[in-house]
């Protein structure tokens, strides 16, 4: 079964600071994943995903991710913070072809210090 | 379209009591899915559906949940009796077939945010 860790459950960067929230999977065939991100009080928003095109994915805000196979990974980055960003990501996975099931990991909770 | 829409937002009720959640999704889309989310577990599937019919319950804690979709356009969760340890947020989320065309993601509602005292 797919599974999905985020490692650090709360990330701080300081505002124009480099955004790294990291993402393992786990999938015994190709994935499809998926950053999602809920602001308080809300739902959760997709910020992009990977569909096995381009390894480099870009979503909106400026967000990026790049999935790479050998490690297993799906780390979201951004070059610079801003105090919008503040918020709860959240890595998810499905297996191509398979169930619907689409797996979430805990969460990473993103403070931006001005 | 307005989205996934959920409803009540909030809801307290007393232990003991029935709870429906109430789910409308976008037109158009073939999988509905509830998640609960606590702060202990994450968000956690409860159940799919696909075309109004339950593919995947597996999730669903224990006999007391239970979810209906009646038809394409209305999805209901039921917690009855309700218990403390019920009191979490509730998404329902809806999509086309998940893949790698566009707007196939997942598109999630704003939560139901229950309290059970």
């Known amino acids: 079964a797919q599974s999905v860790t985020q490692l650090g459950s709360h990330v701080s960067v300081s505002e124009g600071a480099l955004v790294l929230l990291r993402c393992n999977y786990s999938?015994?065939?190709?994935?499809?994943l998926f950053w999602y991100v809920q602001y308080p009080n809300q739902g959760l928003q997709l910020l992009l995903k990977?569909?096995?095109?381009?390894?480099l994915v870009k979503g909106i805000n400026g967000f990026e991710a790049e999935f790479k196979k050998s490690e297993t990974s799906f780390h979201l980055t951004k070059p610079s913070a801003h105090m919008s960003d503040a918020a709860e990501y959240f890595c998810?996975?499905?297996?191509?072809?398979?169930?619907?099931?689409?797996?979430f990991g805990k969460g990473t909770k993103l403070t931006v210090n001005p | 379209d307005a989205g996934v829409i959920q409803s009540p937002r909030h809801e307290v009720t007393e232990m003991g009591q029935e709870v429906t959640l109430r789910c409308k999704p976008i037109?158009?889309?073939?999988?509905l899915f509830w998640y609960r989310q606590t702060m202990m577990r994450g968000l956690e599937l409860l159940i799919y559906?696909?075309?109004?019919?339950?593919?995947?319950d597996s999730g669903m804690p224990e006999d007391r949940f239970s979810a209906k979709m009646p038809n394409a356009s209305f999805s209901t969760l039921k917690i009855q009796p309700s218990e403390p340890r019920d009191s979490a947020v509730y998404f329902c989320?809806?999509?086309?077939?998940?893949?790698?065309?566009?707007?196939?993601?997942?598109?999630f509602g704003q939560g139901t945010r229950l309290t059970v005292v």
């Open positions: 559906f696909n075309n109004n019919v339950p593919i995947d």
């Open positions: 037109s158009g889309h073939d999988y």
């Open positions: 999938s015994s065939v190709p994935p499809y």
């Open positions: 990977y569909t096995s095109a381009a390894t």
């Open positions: 989320a809806s999509s086309l077939r998940l893949g790698a065309g566009p707007n196939t993601e997942a598109f």
């Open positions: 998810a996975v499905k297996t191509q072809g398979g169930s619907e099931k689409l797996v």
